[in-house]
C-alpha cells in the first residue's frame, strides 16, 4: 500500500465510502447522498489514489469490498463519530453577530429559495446580507476559488471537493400564453413553434440543459433573453413557447399557462452545492438547513397547488 497522505480525506468522502460499503453500489450511494453519481464515483477515485487499494471490485451486479475495505469500516466510522462529536460541542447562534453569505444563482433559483429566506430571518431577528450573484452554467471555480459561498443550480459542476445536495427534482413543462395558442399536441407541432431560451451573460443556454434531458429533439431558439424574467414580457401575446422546469410557475412564470409536454423527459434536479472546506461551519451548516427547509416546503406547496395549473396533450 502507498503512503497515505491522511490530509486528502475528510468526512465527507469517508462517510461516501461507507455509503458504498453499505450499498455494495455507488449509484445507490448517490441516491442516499442526494448527489450525482458522478460525484460518487470521483470520491472513490481519490480514495483508492489515496490508500493504494481498489477497495471495491465489480462483481455481478454490485462491488464486492476488498479485504482492506472491510478492514477500514470500523475505524472509518469512528473518526466519523469523533468529528461529530467536535460539532457537536460548537455552539452556534445567528442572532448573535451579523451574517454575510455570497450565493450564485441565477434568478429562477434566486426567486424560489431566498427572498423566503430573508423574509424568515429578519423576522427571527436574525441580521443577514445575501449578495446573489448570477451563476450562469456554474464551473468549479466558482466554489473552489471562494467566488461565493453556496451554488444553487440545476446543473452542478462535477469536482470530488464539491459536495451537492438536491433540493428539488420536476418534469420539464410547456409555458405559453392561452389567450394566442394551445400547447402543442404532437412532437410536429412542438418543433414546428416558435421557441425562447436563455443565454446566460456568464456563459451557457438553458438549452444545454434540454440537450441532458434525451429529448426527441431540442428546438431552435428563434428568440433568446439574458435571463428567465425576460421569458414573460416575449411569450405573452404571443404564440412563442418556453420549455423549463414546471416549478417555475410559482414565481417568474407564474403569469403563463403550464401544460406537458407531448413526449417523455427524464425530469431536472436542482442542488445546492458548496465546497468541502465550508461543510463543517457552523453558519454555513445553518443557511444549508433553511435552505433545505426552505425548498422543501416550496415543494410541498408546489405539489397541492399544481394540478390545477396543467393542461395535458390530448390524446
Known amino acids: 500500500m502507498s503512503k497515505i497522505d491522511f490530509l486528502e480525506l475528510d468526512g465527507q468522502v469517508l462517510r461516501t465510502f461507507l455509503l458504498i460499503l453499505e450499498e455494495s453500489s455507488v449509484s445507490r450511494a448517490a441516491e442516499r447522498l442526494e448527489i450525482t453519481q458522478s460525484a460518487v464515483s470521483h470520491t472513490l477515485a481519490k480514495l483508492r489514489k489515496v490508500l493504494g487499494d481498489p477497495l471495491f471490485v465489480r462483481s455481478g451486479q454490485g462491488l464486492t469490498p476488498t479485504e482492506t475495505a472491510l478492514s477500514l469500516k470500523a ?3 469512528d473518526v466519523l463519530d469523533r468529528l461529530r462529536a467536535l460539532t457537536d460541542q460548537r455552539s452556534f447562534d445567528p442572532a448573535s453577530e451579523p451574517l454575510r453569505f455570497r450565493i450564485a444563482a441565477n434568478d429562477m433559483q434566486r426567486d424560489l429559495i431566498f427572498p423566503e429566506l430573508y423574509r424568515q430571518v429578519r423576522t427571527d431577528g436574525i441580521v443577514l446580507s445575501l449578495e446573489i450573484m448570477p451563476s450562469g452554467v456554474p464551473s468549479v471555480g466558482l466554489l473552489r476559488d471562494a467566488r461565493c459561498d453556496l451554488l444553487v443550480t440545476p446543473a452542478p459542476p462535477d469536482a470530488p471537493d464539491l459536495i451537492q445536495h438536491k433540493l428539488f427534482t420536476d418534469k420539464m413543462m410547456c409555458f405559453y400564453d392561452p389567450t ?23 456563459g451557457g443556454s438553458s438549452s444545454d440543459v434540454l440537450k441532458t434531458l434525451d429529448l426527441p429533439t431540442v428546438p431552435t431558439a428563434s428568440i433568446t433573453v439574458s435571463n428567465f424574467s425576460g421569458i414573460p414580457s416575449f411569450l405573452k401575446g404571443t404564440k412563442t413557447l418556453a420549455t423549463q422546469i414546471g416549478i417555475m410557475h410559482r414565481n417568474i412564470l407564474s403569469e403563463l399557462a403550464m401544460a406537458e409536454l407531448p413526449f417523455e423527459t427524464k425530469p431536472v434536479s436542482i442542488y445546492m452545492v458548496w465546497h468541502e472546506r465550508s461543510n463543517n461551519d457552523p453558519a454555513h451548516k445553518w443557511l444549508r438547513q433553511r435552505v433545505k427547509s426552505i425548498a422543501r416546503l416550496t415543494a410541498e406547496n408546489d405539489k397541492k397547488s399544481r394540478e390545477a395549473r396543467i393542461t395535458r396533450p390530448s390524446q
Request: proline fraction near 12%; aromatic fraction near 8%; charged fraction near 10%.
Open 180 to 202: 394566442q395558442t394551445q400547447p402543442p399536441k404532437t412532437i410536429e407541432s412542438y418543433v414546428a413553434a416558435e421557441h425562447i431560451a436563455v443565454n446566460f451573460a456568464l
Open 75 to 77: 475505524p472509518v466510522q
